[in-house]
Nanobody, 124 residues
Framework: HVQLVESGGGSVQAGGSLRLSCSAS????????MGWFRQAPGKEREWVAA??????????ADSVKGRFTISQDTDNAKNTVHLQMNSLKPEDTALYYC????????????????WGQGTQVTVS
């Protein structure tokens, strides 16, 4: 049973920082793709960042490049991916989802088979 659990969301003032974490279990790591998406009220789900476990390829949406950093724990047994978010803006306010899948286009939701429940980020 695959499970993704996000944590680390909260409320912060503009310019502040938050660190999201995604703990994954139930599937074999290796060439899995891990990503973060977000969805604000009344808006479509938006891809934020992605990382490949085995090749450590890292990708960012233009809207967060230079402010957000995706990383993985070096000990794969922990199966955790982080999203460090700095210089937060009110427009970053959204429900943030962790996702995992076998691969494909990193910015496309269909590339991800498993999804977490989301963690709320509010920037005022």
């Amino acid at each position: 049973h695959v499970q993704l659990v996000e944590s680390g969301g909260g409320s912060v003032q503009a310019g502040g920082s938050l660190r999201l974490s995604c703990s994954a279990s139930g599937f074999t790591y290796g060439r899995n793709l891990m990503g973060w998406f977000r969805q604000a009220p009344g808006k479509e789900r938006e891809w934020v960042a992605a990382i490949w476990f085995s090749t450590v390829g890292i990708y960012y949406a233009d809207s967060v490049k230079g402010r957000f950093t995706i990383s993985q724990d070096t000990d794969n047994a922990k199966n955790t991916v982080h999203l460090q978010m700095n210089s937060l803006k009110p427009e970053d306010t959204a429900l943030y989802y962790c996702a995992a899948g076998p691969g494909g286009l990193v910015s496309v939701a269909a590339s991800y088979k498993y999804w977490g429940q989301g963690t709320q980020v509010t920037v005022s």
